[in-house]
């Protein structure tokens, strides 16, 4: 019952998508009242059929449904319910299936809060919408085929990919990033609106900027999810490896960094349109990418899965979208014409445009690295692999310029600035620079890159701070009102913009975070007895035993390894290996003691009950805590960002599509 109900979900799900991107493009060029509540209605239908597809997945998943191919793949008896759950997400035909279902939730919202606004432009962005979704909703009812009937279904199954057990971080990073991921269809929809439109005006940057910053948020807290997620399960003691497909997720982060940036001009000075519907466009383009590289199993990667016909059939859909984007661009970029001019001296708009240009460079260092060993093997038949090494090699400049335009940029006014603008805007703030750095040689930082990340660190942060409080001060001088009343009412009235301030002091703090747990860590690879003891930095650890722990779904040995710090005890770390039934070999789990300065950080090589031995890798990593925390307050600015523009967009009135009258949903 439940593959044939699923099944028939899918296909009822592609001809809604399907019908709804006709029905679209329709009326986007010849605009009826009837055309555009049918888009709508059909936009509904399909997300409403998604996430009833997604239901009876997740039915069969938790009721042990054999019958169902993909349950039959990744289910299994043994495993804990919450694993049951997120099983969903944990290869790649279920994924694909939960891919649809946060299509159909950004579509069908997305459409609803602009039912009544924007009529010349709505039709032909929900078209593109309901395109994708039909693309993908036909990736399922074909190549992937998750509900497919297992003719003599098996007792058990295998369950999930061991690793995806070992964290409870599976259940929340999938979830984050393909909300990142599948976001970006609806500010591509809408970009590719205003193209078709020729017309990219002040009242409908606002959405395309808000339908880009979701996304944004959920890819920058997904980005780092994996990173801790990495450092919390693989146990080789960082967060960050440049694995291709974490360079599939942080590609289309930079370029919706930039777009967010140039989205920020137009509105303001109404210029970059052309590029801030490139920007977006390609963003969307780089998500297929990324898609392409974890489900086509052309990269040997830790997130990549098994060869399948999905892979070349989200590359065919890449290649169409790329080849119609360009078309596209080519044909109306000229008609998002300027109504205003770039200053090109020293100023806050030149900024701008220079971190714009680094990001895109930024993107196309990381992006050569990732697919041109791809590209040589297709070519020549020859395996290569492009390390560390280059990474860190051209994206080290980059991002420290990029964290110099983001402490310049702020200080500059808008238009060109005097000299004397000049020294004041930059002084205190390179002193401010100068005094960390100096700090941080005190506190034994001697690598030439992390000194210059903490210098201009330092100097962004002066700034950072005080474009943050300048309404307050003001306020305080014109008003004669107190800090707590004068910072409050700014808060009001310019929340928008404080909250841009506060994205940048965590994009800060984690740039200089990362900079100082990549270079100032210490580590040792020891072996003990029961009993021994090793010491790093001001830590001593004493193996005291290895116990054996049982549980429904994995089989544990773990190190009890007690802790002091300069003679004063911590308490104990149990790192572990863990056996799991359908695994040959066993998965570490690391023991991670995380202050606000540094972490403790176990990862066991080899332990034997038996004779009382064990191995270990012993890392002290500081400031890696920061970067989470950072993470979080680039998070919590996104969000400030977005509550009033949602408040603005309730309370404008805007022109209202031509069928409004005849609207059944009502109006804002």
Not at 462 to 477: D, G
């Amino acid at each position: 019952m439940i593959p044939t109900l699923g099944r028939t979900l899918i296909l009822l799900a592609l001809f809604a998508a399907s019908g709804g991107a006709f029905v679209g493009f329709a009326t986007g060029v010849r605009p009826t009242e009837i055309g555009w509540l049918w888009t709508r209605r059909l936009a509904y239908t399909f997300a409403a059929l998604m996430g009833l597809a997604n239901l009876a997945m997740e039915y069969a998943l938790l009721t042990h449904d054999f019958s169902v191919s993909y349950v039959a793949h990744v289910g299994s008896r043994s495993v804990p319910i919450w694993v049951s759950m997120v099983s969903l997400w944990s290869s790649l035909e279920g994924s694909i299936l939960f891919w649809g279902l946060v299509m159909g939730v950004y579509v069908a919202a997305a459409t609803w809060q602009n039912r009544d606004k924007h009529s010349e432009y709505m039709p032909y962005a929900a078209a593109v919408w309901l395109l994708c979704g039909a693309f993908f909703s036909f990736l399922l009812a074909g190549p992937a085929q998750p509900f497919a009937t297992v003719p003599s279904p098996p007792m058990d199954g295998p369950g999930p990919n061991a690793l995806l057990q070992n964290h409870y971080l599976m259940v929340i990073h999938p979830p984050f990033l393909y909300s990142g991921y599948v976001g970006m269809t609806i500010p591509f929809g809408l970009a590719c609106a205003a193209l078709l439109v020729g017309r990219l005006g002040h009242d409908f940057i606002r959405p395309l900027r808000n339908f880009l910053l979701l996304p944004w948020i959920f890819l920058t807290v997904a980005i780092v999810l994996g990173g801790w997620w990495a450092y919390e399960v693989l146990g080789w003691g960082g967060y960050w490896a440049w694995d291709p497909v974490e360079n599939a997720s942080f590609l289309p982060w930079l370029t919706a960094t930039a777009a967010l940036h140039s989205a920020l001009l137009v509105e303001r000075k109404g210029i970059l349109k052309g590029w801030t519907a490139t920007l977006v466009i390609g963003t969307y383009l780089l998500t297929i990418l990324g898609t392409f590289m974890t489900r086509s199993g052309v990269f040997n990667s830790v997130h990549s899965f098994t060869q399948s016909a999905i892979g070349p059939t989200i590359l065919v859909f890449l290649a169409a979208a790329l080849i119609l984007s360009v078309v596209l661009l080519t044909l109306r970029i000229d008609s998002l014409a300027p109504e205003g001019t770039l200053e090109t001296g020293p100023s806050r708009d030149a900024a701008f445009l220079v971190q714009n240009l680094l990001f895109v460079l930024f993107t196309f260092t990381v992006l050569l690295g990732t697919v041109f060993p791809l590209v040589v093997e297709a070519a020549r038949g020859v395996q290569m692999s492009v390390g560390r090494p280059y990474f860190d090699k051209l994206s080290v400049p980059i991002g420290v310029a990029l964290l110099f335009v983001m402490g310049v940029g702020p200080a500059l006014p808008w238009g060109r600035a005097t000299s004397q603008q000049l020294r004041s805007a930059l002084l205190k703030p390179l002193l401010t620079g100068a005094a960390v750095a100096v700090l941080g040689f005190v506190l034994d930082v001697r690598n030439g890159w992390t000194m210059l990340a903490l210098f201009l660190g330092g100097f962004a942060a002066h700034v950072t701070v005080s474009e943050f409080l300048l309404p307050v001060r003001q306020r305080m001088r014109s008003h004669g009102e107190g800090f707590l009343e004068a910072f409050g009412q700014a808060q009001r009235r310019g929340q928008r913009r404080s909250a841009a301030y506060v994205v940048h002091a965590g994009a800060l703090l984690a740039i200089v975070a990362i900079g100082v747990s990549s270079t100032m860590g210490t580590s040792k690879e020891i072996q003990l007895r029961a009993g021994e003891s090793t010491s790093l930095g001001a830590y001593t650890l004493t193996f005291v035993t290895a116990e054996r722990v049982s549980e429904p779904h994995r089989e544990s040995i773990r190190a009890r390894m007690d802790v002091t710090k300069n003679g004063r005890p911590l308490g104990s770390l149990y790192p572990s290996m863990n056996q799991y039934e359908n695994q040959r070999e066993p998965i570490g789990t690391p023991a991670v003691r995380t202050s606000l300065t540094e972490d403790l950080y176990l990862s066991i090589h080899n332990i034997d009950p038996d004779s009382g031995t064990v191995g270990l890798l012993v890392l002290v990593n500081p400031m890696v805590g920061w970067i989470w925390i950072a993470t979080a307050v680039m998070a919590l600015g996104g969000l400030l960002a977005l509550v009033p523009s949602w408040r603005g967009a309730r309370a404008s009135v805007t022109a209202t599509v031509p069928v409004a009258a005849a609207n059944p949903e009502g109006s804002h």
